[in-house]
């Protein structure tokens, strides 16, 4: 049974979740959806955040600092996703809102599809499977749909945390030799399993990996990691993979990379302003393209959901989620929770 200052803490629910995770939440607090024909927009979005204490948020939704600051009541953002580059953490962290993410659950449907878009590309199915089709196909002959071999080959991992090494195993199980580039020091740190893969420079990875498969969390300094300086020294025929973040990637390099055959192809989950894609790279033949689907399974977003509404509820009964994002401001947080109980007449 809900008490009385459960029934006051209201969540907004920007996307659908699970039905079982569903009734946990409302068991514990009142509910908001996002009505029909949301259009997205800062004054919809903080129209709907009236009167509402927490969000369950999804990369869809731009929490900017403007839309932190003018809702009073938030106190918790709870985003299903790995990634929190649509939240405004700094403005959050501010006002005391605790942010939570979605962390290890998706880590080995994601690392599936970048894996499957390296094989995508290297082995030209989708433009094989448009051939068969269209009926452009008259019989085998050897020089069909040629692609290149992924076994033997070098692949060049950016980022060597939870997906990136999940990527790592599928290439070792495939024969192929890995190299990567790890920011921070924890993920230099090897596993036996992944005791062949070497750590190199992003200078030395790119000029000397067949294949570059990005996993790396969008922040200032990765913001167009790969460019045009980058993608200059890359390996002639490389091809890139990106399921991290459509901005870690200059868009336009990319296509200037494409168009001159310096890059061979392309295999992209994310794209610089989503789910705008440029003409130019759905004309390309050899560049694959997916909508952001990185940890689209039944399996996954089903835990995804239930982490989420683990971490708000229990925010809410007063302890500090493992899957805090600003763990800092808990003190802040739990003051204002407090605020609220007060406030609704609690002892």
């Known amino acids: 049974m809900k008490t009385e200052d459960q029934l006051q803490f209201q969540v907004l629910l920007t996307g659908p979740i699970p039905a079982e995770h569903l009734a946990c939440l409302a068991a514990k607090a009142g509910l908001t959806h996002l009505r029909p024909g949301f259009s997205g927009s800062e004054p ?67 690392a599936d599809l970048a894996f499957g878009l390296l094989i ?125 973040r459509g901005a870690v990637v200059d868009q336009m390099a990319l296509l200037a990379a494409l168009e001159s055959g310096r890059l061979g192809g392309a295999g992209l989950d994310v794209f610089e302003e989503e789910p705008a894609v440029p003409a130019k790279l759905i004309e390309r033949k050899n560049v694959v393209l997916t909508p952001h689907i990185g940890s689209a399974s039944v399996e996954t977003r089903a835990k995804m959901a239930e982490l989420a509404v683990n971490g708000l509820l229990t925010a809410i009964d007063g302890r500090l989620p493992s899957n805090a994002v600003n763990p800092e401001v808990w003190p802040q947080f739990v003051n204002r929770l407090a605020i609220v109980g007060r406030s609704n007449g609690s002892k």
């Not at 979005?45 to 009167?51: E, K, M, N, T, Y």
């Open 44 to 110: 919809a979005l903080l129209d709907a955040l009236v009167g509402c204490d927490a969000v369950v948020s999804f990369l869809s939704e731009r929490l900017s600092g403007y839309v932190i600051e003018m809702s009073p009541r938030l106190k918790v953002i709870a985003n299903v996703a790995v990634g929190y580059d649509n939240i405004d953490l700094e403005a959050a962290s501010r006002k005391g809102v605790l942010v939570t993410n979605t962390p290890g659950v998706l880590d080995e449907t994601t």
């Open 120 to 244: 995508a590309c290297a082995r030209r199915i989708v433009e094989a499977d448009s051939f068969v089709r269209n009926g452009q196909w008259s019989g085998w002959l050897p020089d069909l749909m040629l692609g290149v071999d992924i076994h033997a080959k070098t692949l060049g991992i950016v980022g060597f945390g939870r997906i990136g090494r999940a990527v790592a195993r599928r290439a070792l199980g495939f024969g192929m030799k890995v190299q990567y580039v790890a920011k921070r020091e924890g993920e230099r740190k090897l596993t036996p399993e992944l005791a062949g893969c070497k750590s190199t420079t992003l200078h030395e990875l790119l000029a000397s990996s067949d294949f570059v498969s990005l996993h790396c969390p969008l922040a200032k300094d990765t913001f167009h990691l790969i460019g045009q300086a980058e993608l200059s020294v890359i390996k002639h025929g490389a091809i890139l993979v990106n399921t991290s």
